[in-house]
Structures are given as structure tokens and as C-alpha cells.
């Protein structure tokens, strides 16, 4: 196919430059390695109430140095990205205090766990909790003038959405977070700064506690599990926060010493010590699908000459015939379930019926190649992961042949 080999080779500088910092991050996870002598003995698990895991304890810490912060928690017990970020917030937040969320509107699966669509399941409302939110500016962008007044005294937290979720905004830079922690901190030293860093790890050579959050959690079968780890997640910053976090994760009292791991120590250890190569493919395979997309007229996000933020690409297909056609050759070109034939449902946790293609060894991955919108104008699908960008490229034939050209 003409347009895909053209966009491989203009492409192979910017490969190149991935696979360079690739090397950066990986150094940053095997000093980690080193400096905690991570050896077999640690992927040995315990059962029952998890007390004296040495192999977990040792995790938590490789994370933490890996992430620049005082402390963190990886735990099987966390069901998704989503599970991790309740946590953070129900340890933090207290009835009467505010939460202000600074990127615009949350992810869609945050909007029942804040009280936004109220379904009477303990959400943050309930608790006594308030909820604000910045809207973005025209552009998409901070809002940078409202949120140098924004905090008030009774915002306990602010919460940072790194990633662009189901919007069509850019994701965040560490940059841009560190900007936004040091105008909250300005205002109240004491707010919290919680980043919300789903499918953002190891985009960059440094992660969010690394610039000043006080707290950032995440889910293992995105960026940081290496695309082999089988569930679970994480909490990392001040060890305060992070207990608060995992004293919600069990319960008070018990909090981090909790929490059996399963026997799946190995493959958290050695998923970290992938994850920067996964990464890096994922990253590879979004250049690749905006290059793509953007020469065949159609608007994509980031745009191709972009560096990428996270490791979503979106693509406006503009019908919902196409978003289907498009989900439905990824799932086709997958390993596994490729006889399989999407078709739009509904999700818990998510407003609108959504098509998902995910042919994946990891049920619901999305550090392996998976491709979803929702069924709402302007139909986006939303690509993430890959574990190999030519696995990507095949995938991405076959969706080009779908749906053809922009009309």
C-alpha cells in the first residue's frame, strides 16, 4: 500500500530518536534493578493476607526510584487504572473538601466515581465531596490565566488528567504538569496535586512525582506492565498519600502491609523492565497511523509532525460506519479472537456504547494493540499500544482498505 510504505520511511528518523530515549528510560528501570539487588528469590509470592512479601516489597520500591518518589504500591488487588485513581482520591479527600480538576472533563469511567452521573453507589458526591472543573480554552489547551487564581482554601486536590482520554484536547507534557503544579502550589502549598498518568508512563524521561506531584497512580496493563502483566496497578508519591491510598485499597490499619500477590511477581518485575521497549513500539505505531491517516485527509491527534504525549493516536473518521469498519480490521489482524466481530455495547463506566477492537493475550490491555471510540459524533477511534509497530502496520492496512479516504 503506497501511503503506508511512504510513511515508513519518512518515519525511520523518528524511530530512531524513540529507540534513543527508549535507552534512557531503560537505564532509569535497571538502575532500580541494581540499586535494590533484585534477584529470583523476589518473583517467590506469599498467599493469604500478604503480610512479609519480600518480592513485593521490593517492587514497591524499584517503582518508587523509578518514579522519583518517596514511595509506591503495586498491587494485583487493583482492577484497573480506574480502581488505582479511586483509591488515591478516597484516601486524600475528606467530606467537605473540594476537588478541582484543571484539565477540562475527566475520562468518562472517573464521572460515576465523582458523582457526575449519579447512580448512587458511593461516588465522591455522596461523601460530602465538591467537584470543579477548568474548562479547556478553544485550542484545547490549560487554561493558564483561570488557574493561576483558581485554588480556593477548601481545594484539597487537584486532579491532572495526563492523558486526553475520549477528547479530542493534546495530552499533557511533563512539562505542562510541572507548570501546573508549581502555579496550584503558589496559591496553597498544602492542595494536593494528583496526576491521573494512564498511558503516559515512559512517554518521556520523566515521570510526574519527578516535577512535583504529590501523587500519580496507573494501571499495569497499560504502559508499565510491559504488556505482561496480567491485572493490577499502582499508587507512587509522598508515602503518605500512597498509604492513604492503599488504606482505602484494604483498610485502615492495615493499608500497604496488605495484599497477596498471587505469584505474579515475576511478571511485574520483568513487565517493568519492558515496559520502556512496549512503549516505545506503541509510540512507533501512532507516528505511523497519524502519517497515515493525515495523507489520507483525515484529522488526527496529536498530528503527525507532533511529538506523541502518550500512547493514544486518534483519528476523526467522522461516520459511524467507519469507526465500526475501522475496529473491525484491527480485531481481524490481532492474535487472538481475530474471528471475532466488534459491535457497539455498552460498558460499565461509560456513558455512550462504545465499539472496541482488542484482540489481546491480556484481557482489556491496552499496552497491546487495541483500537475503541464512542458511538458520538465526531466518531473517533481512539489506537493505543502495540507491541510491535509492524504489527501495527499490518493492522493499519487492513483498516485503510475498510474505510478508505476521506469524503
Known sequence: MKTLNLSEQTLSQIFYGIDLQVKKNLERVLAAFRQFRVGSHHFSGVSGYGHGDLGRQTLDQVFAAVMEAEAAAVRVQFVSGTHAIACALFGVLR??????AVAGAPYDTMEEVIGLRETGQGSLKEFGIRYRQLELTATGTIDWAALATAVRPDTRLVLIQRSCGYSWRPSLTIA???K??????????????????CYGEFVEDREPTAVGADLIAGSLIKNPG???????????????LVEAATCRLTAPGIGSSGGATLNQNRLFF??????PQMVGEAMKGNYLIASTFHDLGYAVNPPMDAPQRDVIQAVRLGTPKKLVAFCKAVQRHSPIDSYVEPVPAGMPGYESELVMAGGTFIDGSTSELSADGPLREPYIVYCQGGTHWSHVAIALEAAVAAIGPAQ
Open 270 to 275: 520483568q513487565g517493568f523492565f519492558l515496559a
Open 176 to 178: 505542562e504538569i510541572e
Open 180 to 197: 501546573i503544579v508549581a502555579l496550584v502550589k503558589q496559591q496553597n502549598p498544602d492542595t494536593v496535586c494528583f496526576v491521573d498518568n
Open 226 to 240: 510491559g504488556t505482561i502483566a496480567t491485572t493490577g496497578g499502582y499508587v507512587a508519591g509522598r508515602a503518605d
Open 95 to 100: 467530606p467537605g473538601d473540594e476537588m478541582l
